[in-house]
């Protein structure tokens, strides 16, 4: 992670910063993480001159985006670098304190963009946590050896357990709604509820209560799952750790040594208007409000060293196409949501050969019995669910040279739009692999391309294992496309699409698009980015939260919070 | 019923109308023998067959809440005593000065002043835990009697804020009031909650800096909270207080004590050496002071602090003698404060809301500088160079905005490995400790006092000093 500051040129956005979410272990400042076998300790340590804007003091292990970013690589690095670890603890480097949450002086200093941002990413973080422990055998732990409010919990509670120094004064807390007159959105309610089964009498209790609950009345009401003394806290905790690492590693195919793999730094090429890696590209327009992201496909070498079998791609590690390139587009991603903020409207692109992009799935597909390939899988799905969440309009646009195939073909189902060119000198293929068909879910559960034919369940029947290539019109006939354009309408029909997109009001089409992207059921992930974030980001710019006279305005000043009364 | 009679009948002496109140009284009934077991376990323990003169209170009139006579500390009444008020009481700081002071609980502030009265309560029996083996080692019989007088009256401090914990705080407050009897002074597993009352008190030069400079603080933050909204905690707080005093005149005479006999052990040593003569030298008295004044002021919280706003906002708690001010919502004004800003000390304004403990302990500094002046007045009558000072506040603190750096006594910023090596020179270190403890012999002999403390200049209530303050051969 590092921050720039525009020295004279257009500055990026109301907060004149721009962040790099690219960080590693040499560099952070917040956090202390260390390896012995199968268990990983993860302290946390915040720094608090660290802060990643200027005019707050990130006291008592509180956070910001910053830490959090940080805490997001360690996150994903102990995935692809320190495979063997089963079970992760996290707990505080700082005396009497787990975590005091997010930074209220931060987050009421921050514009509504920033917060909401903000908040979008740590909820990213938190499920990324629980993706590890469902998907990767990595189970996390954690030891609240102290304080643990707000965010605080709130990360707790994205771990497996929760254990909770019993000294007579350490508490869990939810504090948000009576200080600071907001909720607690980074998955709190939701997890209370839902994942521990909090009675929601109880949970209603507990989330009005600022103090919180500690010691044997916090194991009664499920909001930890076990406290223990300060003398032995860590040593019954990591016991704890021990058992469970054993029991995860017993599900594991006996003899499998997995060895990690370094994930180097991807170092865009960058301009003012562009961010240049290996197979992506980022450009953007800020005049028209647009930006470009463009995908290379993989090539017939990438393909083949798929087939050489695990040896080969281990050797490959982070080089491989399929992870390079999803890194990279998670990258390309962020920086559109932090540092391009007036950007509305992305137009997505995946290059490349269609027969090869087929290929490169099967291989793929092929290879799943590997760690490092289910590991490879479950990054793709976590960035393709990132791209589902970005509160941008996404066109995908399969004009010549386009390969929407399988994986790729993912990045036009997430988008809002799909305009295909049909145009016989410019033949452009579509077609489905099994990376279509639920290996790389949306966060409510369910693929893609399920989602996108909610109401057509005769095509999806039909394209039901349907492996093969498209023309255009069969792929428009099968209910993939938005708007099926020959090459005489093309340039006129898409210019006119994107220029009237650009042109609507950018709140009404976040709300609008996070509506329509999701048909179907309910999933926890769903709910919190869904029900929690959507009344948080309403209670955030409600007079009683960030008026003059609100709650979050005015935590930490003389003057106490005046409340419109009427409810809304 | 409240009024200045106590029911002294009562199993609890009260002037709170108990006997009217059955379920209050059953509740507290049942505490009671979990008090006792606790001051058992946990106070004088080995001297609890000695009849001891203590003043007990038997009504709130000022001739009335003094009586004295021998006790056995087991028999001792601890009751539970409101100061009484002739006029309407009103909300003394914050938003709402002026309005009616609440004589229940509002939901609102529920929590935070259950949160107050907790930290507060538990102060009480910590003194008392970490004090509890003092009596071995007594200087003479009347400062044995000092310390116990201290130590019931902390138990009836604590009886006191346990009241309203079962009066006004429902079940929270009764289980409140079961923890304050289960966590213990210096315990790593149940901790009492504030740093200081966990700090090792084992020897009688810290109890007099304790009773000097750490129930001082006591003294402060009772007058802020006499000065509450919450019209019971007030008046609980204020009859404290007058307990109070006498503590703080056992720490301030205690080390005057100690001064003037050192000095005098300076004077007859051939080279001055007041440890040659079994007494404590100056530097150690200082590093005292240093030790025991800096874990005090962490005791008033952080220097800025949205709970002080709160509490001041909300009238939860006033400031030292809100009273007598004549502006009490204190907004729109700001206070300067020191802070450490790029390795260096600078000036930062901070509004006075959120500077509320550091007016209080602005308050309490300038009464220890008075304490200070006195002591080096009995020097200077003594005839000795000595003078004796106090440690800059941002000087060996743990809490805070200068906890996280390092400051010399006089408060400037040092490296750490200056306070490394100088801190020894600073604090009292575990040497300091050990010597202490090798000169302290008990001495039980009525009107004998040990080598390193001159006799008092008069005994307790009209006695004289060799009067016999607790009998340990009854």
Known sequence: MAVRFFNGMEPAQSNELVVEFATDPSRYRHWRVSYEGPIARVEMCVDPEGGIKPGYELKLNSYDLGVDIELADIVRRMRFEHPEVRAAVVSSGTDNVFCAGANIHMLAASTHAWKVNFCKFTNETRCELEDADAFSHQVYLCAANGTCAGGGYELALACREIYLQDDGSSAVSLPEVPLLGVLPGTGGLTRLVDKRRVRRDRADV?????????????????????????????????????????AVAAELPEGEARVGIKLGDLSPEITETSRRYRHVELSWDRAARTASITVRGPSPEDVALLGEGPAAIHAAGDQLWALRAFRELDDALLYLRFNLPDVGLCLVRALGDAEVVAAHDAALWGQRDFWLVNEVIRHMGRVLRRLDLSSRSFFALGDAGTAFVGCLLELALASDRFYLLDDPENPVKVGLTIFNEG?????????????????????????????????????????????????????????????????????ALTGMEANLRFPGGETEDSKIFARLSAWQNWIFIRPNATGAQGALSLYGKPERPIFDWKRV | MLSNSVDLNSKIPNNVGLADDPKLLRALEKWLPNYLEWWHDMGPTDFEDKPVYLRTAISVDTDGWANYGHVRMPDYRWGIFLNPRQEESTIRCGDDAGKPAWTEVPGEHRNALRRIIVTQADTEPASVEQQRLLGHIAPSLYDMRNLFQVNVEEGRHLWAMVYLLHKYFGRDGRDEADELLLRRSGDPDKPRILGAFNQPCDHWLSFFAFTMFTDRDGKYQLAALAQSGFDPLARSTEFMLTEEAHHLFVGETGLDRIIKRSAELEKIDPNGDVRNQGGIDFDLIQRTINYWFTYSLDLFGGEISSNAADFFATGLKGRYREDRLDEHRALGQSYRLQVVDGGRLVERDVPLRNAMNEVLRDSYIKDCERALRKWNRTLEESGSPNRLTLPSRRFHRHQGIYADHKFDPAGNLVSGETWEKEHHRWVLTPADNAYLLSIMKPVYEPGKFANWIAPPSRGIEGQPVEFEYVKMHD
């Open chain 1, 206 to 246: 507990f989330s009005t209560t600022a103090e919180g609950i500690r010691g044997k009345k916090a194991v009664q009401w499920r909001l930890v799952d076990g406290i223990f003394p300060r003398s032995r806290f860590l040593d019954e905790v990591m016991k704890r750790a021990r058992k469970v690492a054993d």
């Open chain 1, 439 to 507: 290996v790389v879910p949306m966060s409510h559960g369910i693929s893609r391309i399920r989602a996108h034919l909610h109401g057509e369940p005769d095509k999806l029947e039909a394209l039901a294992g349907r492996h093969e290539l498209l023309d255009p019109e069969e792929a428009d006939d099968a209910g993939l496309v938005t708007v099926l354009l020959d090459d005489i309408d093309w340039e006129d029909d898409t210019r006119v699409a994107i220029e009237e997109r650009a042109s609507l009001s950018p709140d």
